[in-house]
């Protein structure tokens, strides 16, 4: 299937190397999402840790569904190119998820104005360590067009941050 993508924003990028100091009070200053502007929406992602970029795991698409959503791996690349090929087959959906507001009772409470995509009911196994994923995830304007998540993995109680990242919309899921 062969569809149009039109590149990253300006301010995509420039959010996407960021210091962490800066993304964090991004979050605080965010709103959560309204989860029927997400939903039917693939969003282009990037994680901004250093090392998945050099990894080569730093760009994904997120897409959701209303009550949930899923991943998909995107191929090395530089961020200023396409996310998805252009033709030939896309890549499967993996890393299910499902998108609840946070509860100030939950062990996952640290962003109170977010949604939480909680990984851990659509895990394969107990091995399975996308599982153990918790993003919040808060809109930066109104428009839903830029979006900041934080990742956490979660350790029984505990909950260690791993990433900030950074979504725009890209397409209609298909």
């Known amino acids: ?9 300006r301010r995509f990028l420039e959010l996407a190397t960021s210091p962490a100091r800066d993304l964090q009070a991004e979050m605080r200053r965010g709103r959560a999402p309204d989860r029927a502007k997400l939903a039917g929406q693939e ?16 760009r994904f698409v997120k897409g ?30 993996f890393a299910f998820f499902s998108v609840d507001a ?10 109170l104005d977010a949604l939480l995509l909680d990984y851990g009911p659509h895990a394969r ?35 260690i941050p791993a990433t900030f990242f950074v979504l725009e919309p890209l397409r209609p899921a298909p």
């Not at 969003?43 to 730093?58: E, F």
């Not at 995830?137 to 505990?158: K, Y």
């Open 125 to 159: 196994s107990a091995l399975d360590p996308a599982g153990r994923l918790r993003d919040y995830l808060v809109a930066l304007d109104a428009d839903h067009t830029l979006l900041l998540g934080h990742a956490f993995v979660a350790l029984g109680r505990r909950r």
């Open 102 to 111: 946070v509860d100030p009772e939950a062990t996952d409470n640290r962003y």
């Open 1 to 9: 299937m062969t569809h149009h993508e039109p590149p990253p924003s």
């Open 64 to 93: 959701f569904t209303g009550d949930g959503g899923y991943n998909r791996r995107v191929r090395r690349g530089p961020r200023t190119g396409r996310w998805l090929p252009a033709d030939g087959p896309e890549p499967k959906p």
């Open 43 to 58: 969003l282009r992602g990037v994680n901004t840790a250093g090392g998945l970029r050099l990894a080569g795991a730093d």
